[in-house]
């Protein structure tokens, strides 16, 4: 019986598309997952291209950690499955980061806890009108993590990322427009239009002007200072993971899920 790859990635026409492909769990993120991602990155570093088109299987982009996994893994062990994981994913976001070409992702369906870090590393986010982004920490007890602190804020303010935090706030595709958060909002059915008339319009410039724009945006002092405050999620991530307040706050979450 052959397993199916939990990350899809085909390179054509100068674009890397990658797929996170766990769209049973609507790509909730597991360390198998994780680690396939950054194996992907990787790869697709080795290639000289326009760009890379980050989008998930199935109705969702991705829900985040995958909290019936977490909830499965005994508490005295769920600290090294945690490290695993979140370390993996918070890696992963600095690579995507640091890409030598544009990044776009294509946001079909709800984006939530720490997947919201793969979308703040893309440079154009297509986000079609259903999908939302939603932080659920406070409802299963967790410590934000994938960039909740160590990106949104600067992204949208402190006052905003605060707000939609503390109190679990949707945010839909018309408002992470108006935030910063997204590059446009569009219809479902338009949304691989969008981003194909992107890729076109991509083609058409200079492969050095652009990884010489990304490259700037990403000096190595901000790089730094985003690594810096990830490690403090993770580390509080990694603090309250094992307490009971998380044990209730992920039954809770999962008996209603």
Same mark, same amino acid.
């Not at 396939?36 to 989008?55: F, P, T």
């Not at 709800?110 to 406070?138: E, H, K, N, W």
């Not at 804020?153 to 707000?163: D, K, M, V």
């Not at 949304?191 to 990403?218: C, F, N, P, Q, Y």
């Given at each position: 019986? /052959?397993?199916?790859? &939990?990350?899809?990635?085909? +390179?054509?026409?100068?674009?890397?598309?990658?797929? $996170? =492909?766990?769209? %049973?769990?609507? =790509?909730? $993120?597991?360390?198998?997952?994780?680690?396939?991602?950054?194996?992907?990155?990787?790869?697709?570093?080795?290639?000289?291209?326009?760009?890379?088109?980050?989008?998930?299987?199935?109705?969702?982009?991705?829900?985040?950690?995958?909290?019936?996994?977490?909830?499965?893994?005994?508490?005295? %062990? #769920?600290?090294?499955?945690?490290?695993? &994981?979140?370390?993996?994913?918070?890696?992963? +976001?600095? /690579?995507?980061?640091?890409?030598?070409?544009?990044?776009?992702?294509?946001?079909?369906?709800?984006? /939530?806890?720490?997947?919201?870090?793969?979308?703040?590393?893309?440079?154009?986010?297509?986000?079609?009108?259903?999908?939302?982004?939603?932080?659920?920490?406070?409802?299963?007890?967790?410590? !934000?993590?994938?960039?909740?602190?160590?990106?949104?804020?600067? #992204?949208?303010?402190?006052?905003?990322? #605060?707000? +939609?935090?503390?109190? =679990? #706030?949707?945010?839909?595709?018309?408002?992470?427009?108006?935030?910063?958060?997204?590059?446009?909002?569009?219809? !479902?059915?338009? @949304?691989?239009?969008? +981003?194909?008339?992107?890729?076109?319009?991509? *083609?058409?410039?200079?492969?050095?002007?652009?990884?010489? /724009?990304?490259?700037?945006?990403?000096?190595?002092?901000?790089?730094?200072?985003?690594?810096?405050?990830?490690?403090?999620?993770?580390? *509080?991530?990694?603090?309250? @993971?094992?307490?009971?307040?998380?044990?209730?706050?992920?039954?809770?979450?999962?008996?209603?899920?």
């Amino acid at each position: 019986m /052959t397993t199916e790859p &939990l990350i899809l990635l085909t +390179i054509s026409d100068g674009v890397a598309y990658l797929t $996170l =492909n766990r769209a %049973q769990r609507h =790509n909730s $993120l597991v360390p198998e997952l994780v680690g396939e991602l950054s194996y992907a990155l990787a790869e697709i570093r080795r290639h000289d291209l326009v760009a890379m088109v980050l989008a998930g299987a199935g109705k969702s982009f991705s829900t985040g950690g995958d909290i019936a996994a977490f909830h499965s893994v005994p508490r005295g %062990q #769920r600290r090294a499955y945690a490290e695993t &994981l979140v370390g993996g994913l918070h890696g992963a +976001i600095l /690579t995507l980061l640091e890409m030598p070409m544009p990044v776009i992702a294509r946001v079909h369906g709800p984006v /939530t806890g720490g997947s919201l870090g793969l979308v703040l590393a893309a440079d154009l986010v297509a986000m079609s009108s259903p999908a939302f982004i939603a932080p659920y920490y406070v409802d299963v007890g967790f410590s !934000p993590d994938g960039g909740w602190t160590a990106l949104l804020p600067e #992204r949208i303010g402190a006052a905003r990322a #605060r707000e +939609i935090q503390l109190l =679990n #706030r949707h945010v839909s595709a018309e408002s992470a427009v108006a935030y910063g958060i997204a590059t446009e909002a569009v219809a !479902p059915e338009q @949304i691989d239009r969008v +981003i194909a008339g992107w890729l076109d319009a991509l *083609r058409g410039k200079s492969r050095g002007s652009l990884r010489a /724009t990304r490259e700037l945006l990403m000096p190595p002092e901000r790089r730094t200072a985003i690594a810096g405050k990830l490690q403090r999620e993770l580390d *509080r991530f990694l603090h309250t @993971i094992e307490s009971e307040e998380a044990d209730a706050g992920m039954a809770k979450f999962l008996a209603v899920a």
